[in-house]
């Protein structure tokens, strides 16, 4: 057993927390940005790579609007990938470049809805 | 077409037995091709809301609903949706039905203290007059009232309404459609005779045991154990047996060891586990004779909800040593020489029954592939899994048999569409009540029940 393990090691100290957040979180979320993103997030798998940019408000904007617009179905409990690709499927024509932006950050956690 | 074969050689059965035993070899099976991938469930996850799967079952049989009002009402109607509508305006809108049923079980009432409310006991029926229909679509929904049966219709449905709307917010309705039968599929039917006999509702492991003779003999002229040669050469036409459901009584559903003490059921064995073991035994005996597919059904042990998945391998270890043993799931769908079969254990209709004014089976039967969908009421008072790519309950392709398990009675009925298609509809009766089974033939699309009854004045039809 290492002898100088700190609890913050495991559960970095985070100053921030946003509105919508749930207590008590256990899962480890190494250095995020927090200051970036303040939508609404769920627990999720996969950890964000450290070395990855800060997303682009705007590209943050239009995956807020491609959820929220109804023609898609509900969002909920689904990716948002998923959700593009049913939405493909159905013949509902979704604007391409939203699966392009969801396809170049797909280890960002974010995407996930 | 068994008792004409049968019944001239039945003397024979008078005389000292032959040199040589007469050898019929079963038919063999020709093409046979599972069809029921959309209702296999890979990996189930549950965190999703059961609003995916209605808004995919709209959208998917949107396109051809407002085809079918198109023909029916004219290429020029108006299609709205309902956001969109004015008042006044005849137009034609498409959605889902909800019914708001007063009876409906909801556990919301159960629950609440403040009413102290004893539960509501299980209805046969759960229909009012008071009951009232309103469409949804994707974002708004109305109430409907005129040309439209309320007590017939079931929640889930999509229909397409043409009326207009009134002044007080509701939709006055003149005429209604639903999808119709899907398109046909090209018949490849075998050119001699050949037989598939559907049976359901065993009930292994009841507490009365009158049904395990009858179940002896059905197993015994499937495998040519039983009869004259007549009798045993019709049977060498039987090329499948599909048992559509309910292999166990409802009674191995002891519900007793939930609610007792750990004490007094420590060594009490589920009623299910005897109740296994025999059906492993009596599939042991058909297997090692012919192809038998093995449905799910309401108090089997597996999933609940629809679509059921197939019965574990390791409960059957005698009869799962043969590949002619399938275990399939439920809803079932299969290509079998060239015809394609689709059938459920009988839990839709059934449900369609509690909560729709229709009381024949076959009707329920018949009005379900009209509407083109299985089960409409899934998930409201059905159990579903909360699909949400696509709804593998809704008909793309017009099956040639479509049975239901688990009826209070035998029916059949062949049904032609506009389109050319040919459909036999089948209610298999309950095994266990009525001791029938069916035999449909494949070549010509008939259907002919055979009854196993012990003390009847005939015993086979």
Known sequence: MEQSRRITDSFPRRRRRGPGRPPGRLKDKKDKDKDKVQLKVKVRDCPRAPSQPPPDPALMEMLRRFDLSWEYGPCTGITRLQRWERAQELGLSPPGPIRDALLEHRDNPDVTY | MFSEQA?????????????????????????????????????????????????????????????RARGRWGNDIA???????????????????????????????????????????????????CDELMLEDELQRIKLEGAIDVQRLVTGTIVAVYGCEQD????????????????????????????????????????????????????????????????????????????????????????????????????TQAASVEAVKMLDEILLQLCTSVPVDVMPG???????????????????PLASAYATLRLVTNPYQANLDGVRFLGTSGQNISDIFKYSSMDDYLEILEWTLLAGHISPTAPDTLGCYPFYKSDPFILTECPHVYFCGNAPHFQSKLLQGKEGQRVLLVTVPDFSATQTACLVNLRDLSCQPITFSSFGADSED
């Not at chain 2, 024979?12 to 469930?41: M, N």
């Not at chain 2, 808004?55 to 407002?66: H, S, Y």
């Not at chain 2, 309401?298 to 059957?316: A, G, I, K, S, V």
């Open chain 2, 7 to 67: 019944a001239p050689t039945a003397q024979g059965l008078l005389a000292p037995p032959t040199a040589e035993p007469p050898i019929f070899p079963r038919l063999a099976v020709a093409g046979y091709s599972d069809c029921s991938q959309p209702f296999q469930l890979g990996e189930r996850s549950f965190s999703r809301q059961y609003a995916h799967i209605y808004a995919v079952r709209l959208a998917t049989m949107r396109p051809g609903l407002e085809q």
């Open chain 2, 79 to 129: 299609l709205r949706r309902l956001s969109e509508l004015q008042e006044g305006e005849k137009c034609c809108v498409v959605g889902t039905l909800f019914k708001v049923m007063q009876l409906q079980p909801s556990i919301l009432q159960e629950i609440s203290e403040e009413h102290n409310l004893v539960p509501q006991p299980p209805l046969p029926k759960y229909i009012q007059p």
């Open chain 2, 168 to 267: 007080d917010g509701r939709f006055l309705v003149e005429d209604h459609c639903f999808a119709d039968l899907p398109p046909p599929l090209p018949w490849s039917g075998p050119s001699s005779n050949r037989f598939v006999l559907l049976a359901s509702g065993l009930g292994l492991g009841s507490v009365s045991g009158e049904a395990l003779l009858s179940t002896q003999l059905l197993v015994d002229v499937v495998t040519g154990h039983l009869g004259a040669e007549g009798e045993q050469s019709c049977a060498a036409h039987i090329t499948r047996v599909i048992l559509a459901g309910n292999l166990l009584s409802q009674n191995t559903q002891s519900r007793d060891t939930i609610n007792k003490a750990k004490y007094l059921t420590k060594k």
């Open chain 2, 298 to 316: 309401e108090f089997d042990p597996t999933n609940y909800t629809l679509p059921q998945q197939p019965l574990h391998r390791c409960m059957l």
